[in-house]
């Protein structure tokens, strides 16, 4: 079992950057793939980024590839995205996540956080 804990929330201007980190307790997350994902009001969530257990590949999603970058820290436990020139459609609760392979696919995740807010202004 393995707890996950988002934290970057913040409030930026489009074009700005901003950085989020998945903390992990419990079970080491290095025995996981990590994929972040996001939720806008009214839609489903939706696949951004994901990252193998050792950091040797990632997956983007189109709308992010490009402008965000995922990355991990097995010694910190701890998971990063960070999201450059950030945009109003990237406005949204950021969720990490934690399972055996990096997919995009929401619901092969078992372990979650609880969410972040991201929110874009002009």
């Known amino acids: 079992q393995v707890q996950l804990v988002e934290s970057g929330e913040g409030l930026v201007q489009a074009g700005e950057s901003l950085r989020l980190s998945c903390a992990a307790s419990?079970?080491?997350?290095?025995?996981?793939?990590v994929g972040w994902f996001r939720q806008a009001p009214g839609k489903k969530r939706e696949f951004v980024a994901a990252?193998?257990?050792?950091?040797?590949?990632?997956y983007y999603a189109d709308s992010v590839k490009g402008r965000f970058t995922i990355s991990r820290d097995n010694a910190k436990n701890t998971v990063y995205l960070q999201m450059n020139s950030l945009k109003l459609d990237d406005t949204a609760v950021y969720y990490c996540?934690?399972?055996?392979?990096?997919?995009?696919?929401?619901?092969?995740?078992?372990?979650w956080g609880q969410g972040t807010q991201v929110t874009v202004s002009s």
């Open positions: 419990g079970r080491s997350v290095s025995s996981y793939a």
């Open positions: 990252i193998t257990w050792e950091g040797v590949s990632t």
């Open positions: 996540a934690a399972d055996l392979t990096a997919v995009a696919d929401p619901s092969k995740y078992r372990y």
